[in-house]
C-alpha cells in the first residue's frame, strides 16, 4: 500500500521568509502503472517567491523555467 499526501505538507517560517512543501501528483509510469508524485517547494524570500519541483523535467530540459508541476501549483494558488 502507498500512502500519498497531496497539498500541503511542510511549512518552515523563518523571521520574514518561508518555506512551503507540496506534493504534486505526477504522471503515470507506463511500465509499471505506479504514479510519480513530487514534491514542490516555494521558497518566499524577502517578498519573492521562487519554486522548485524534485522531478526531472528541469533536469532534462534546463531551458524551463518551471515544469508542469510548479505551474499546476501556482494555478490552485492563484499566482501568476
Ligand atoms: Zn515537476
Known amino acids: 500500500m502507498e500512502c500519498i499526501q ?3 505538507l511542510e511549512i518552515l517560517i523563518n523571521n520574514m ?5 507540496y ?6 509510469n507506463k511500465k509499471t502503472g505506479k ?10 524570500n524577502n517578498g519573492v517567491d ?3 519541483c ?3 523535467a528541469t533536469m532534462y530540459r534546463p531551458w524551463l523555467q518551471a515544469c ?3 505551474k ?3 494555478e490552485k494558488l492563484l499566482l501568476p
Open 68 to 70: 508542469k508541476h510548479i
Open 50 to 52: 521562487s519554486f522548485e
Open 6 to 8: 497531496y497539498g500541503l
Open 35 to 44: 504514479l510519480n508524485n513530487y514534491i514542490v517547494t516555494r521558497t518566499h
Open 54 to 56: 524534485s522531478c526531472p
Open 23 to 28: 506534493g504534486e501528483m505526477g504522471s503515470r
Open 17 to 21: 521568509n518561508w518555506k512551503q512543501k
Open 72 to 74: 499546476r501549483l501556482k
